[in-house]
C-alpha cells in the first residue's frame, strides 16, 4: 500500500482506455492477469491496489481503473526486477515495517466492527443525551469585570449605575482575559464556570449586573446578556462522532489488555543514542 503512494507521482496510470476482454470466468483473487518475466499479477493485487487509490480515482469507471492499476504494476514490477539488492535489510525491514501495519490495521478494524454498531451507538447517545430533541438544561451569555478587590467591583457597579458603558469599563479596568473583548465570555453551559460564578449568573435576569462575586480569580462584575435552551443534537448528527469515540475506546482499551497479558521486554534505552534513528546508513551494513 505505503509502495503506491510513493510512487503514484512517477507511475502515473497511463493506460486508462476501454476495458480488455477478459473472459468472464469465475474469478478468484488468485486469477493471474498478468506475468512479467515470470512474476504473476493477479487479482488480488488489482483489488489491493484500487482499494488504496485516493477518493478521486474511483469515480473513474472499474473498465479504465482495471487497465490502468494493471499497466501500472507491470512498470513497477518492471523496476522491482532490476533492483541491484532485492535482499537488502532496508527492503527486510520495510516488508516488516509495512506487514506489522497491515495487521495491526486488520486487528483494529475486527474489534471495532464486532463493538461498534448502530445499537451500540445509539445506546451512547441515549447515555450522553437522552433522548432526540431532548432538554439538555440552558446556556447563558455573559460579559464580567474582574478586578482585584471587593470595593473596585462596588466602584464599577456605581459607574454603571450612573450610566457607564459596560463594555468600556471592561475594556479599561478588567485584568482577565476577556477584557480587551469588553469582558464577553460568550456562551457557556453549565460547570464551564466556577461554582460561585456560575451560581451568580443562574440568580441573574437578563440584563442585569450582579453585586460584587468573589472567586479564585477575584471579584466579578458581572452581565447578563441572554439565555437560551439547549436541546440534545439529532442522532444523524453526532453518530459519527459518537462511533468514533467509540472505535477509539475500544482499541484503546484492547491494546491495554494485550499490554497486559504480554511478554515484553525492552532494552535499556539510556544505552542507546536516540538519534541513531536517523542514521539510514546502518541499513547498509
Known amino acids: 500500500m505505503t509502495f503506491w503512494k510513493k510512487t503514484a507521482s512517477i507511475l502515473a496510470i497511463t493506460a486508462m482506455m476501454s476495458s480488455s476482454s477478459f473472459a468472464q470466468e469465475a474469478t478468484t483473487a488468485e486469477t493471474v492477469v ?26 473513474i469507471s472499474t473498465e479504465q481503473l482495471f487497465e490502468g492499476l494493471l499497466e501500472q504494476m507491470i512498470q513497477q514490477t518492471l523496476l522491482s526486477q532490476t533492483a541491484q539488492n532485492p535482499d537488502a535489510p532496508a527492503v527486510r525491514y520495510a516488508l516488516e515495517n509495512e506487514k506489522r501495519l497491515l495487521l495491526a490495521g486488520m486487528a483494529v478494524g475486527d474489534v471495532a466492527t464486532a ?7 445509539r445506546a451512547r447517545y441515549a447515555e450522553t443525551y437522552g433522548a432526540d430533541g431532548a432538554d ?13 478587590t471587593e470595593d473596585a467591583a462596588k466602584d464599577m457597579i456605581d459607574r454603571l449605575s450612573k450610566g457607564a458603558d ?17 469582558g464577553e465570555l460568550g456562551w457557556f453551559g453549565e460547570g464551564m464556570m466556577v461554582a460561585e460564578f456560575e451560581n451568580a449568573v443562574k440568580a441573574m435576569k437578563v440584563g442585569a449586573v450582579s453585586a460584587p462575586v468573589q472567586t479564585q480569580f477575584g471579584w466579578h462584575v458581572i452581565k447578563l446578556n441572554d439565555t437560551r435552551p439547549v436541546k440534545a443534537p439529532e442522532f444523524e448528527s453526532v453518530q459519527a462522532e459518537l462511533a468514533a469515540d467509540m472505535q477509539r475506546e475500544v482499541v484503546e482499551n484492547r491494546i491495554a489488555e494485550l499490554q497486559k497479558s504480554a511478554t515484553i521486554t525492552k532494552v535499556d534505552l539510556t544505552k542507546i543514542d536516540s538519534a541513531v534513528i536517523k542514521d539510514v546508513s546502518l541499513l547498509e551494513q
Open 34 to 59: 498478468a506475468t512479467i518475466n515470470g512474476t504473476d499479477i493477479t487479482v488480488g493485487h488489482l483489488i489491493l491496489a484500487y482499494d488504496t487509490l485516493p477518493e478521486n480515482y474511483k469515480s
Open 115 to 121: 463493538a461498534v454498531t448502530e445499537d451500540t451507538v
Open 136 to 148: 439538555l438544561g440552558v446556556e447563558y451569555s455573559a460579559a464580567h469585570i474582574l478586578l482585584e
Open 166 to 182: 459596560f463594555t468600556e469599563l471592561a475594556k479599561a479596568h478588567s485584568t482577565g482575559p476577556s477584557g480587551p473583548n469588553g
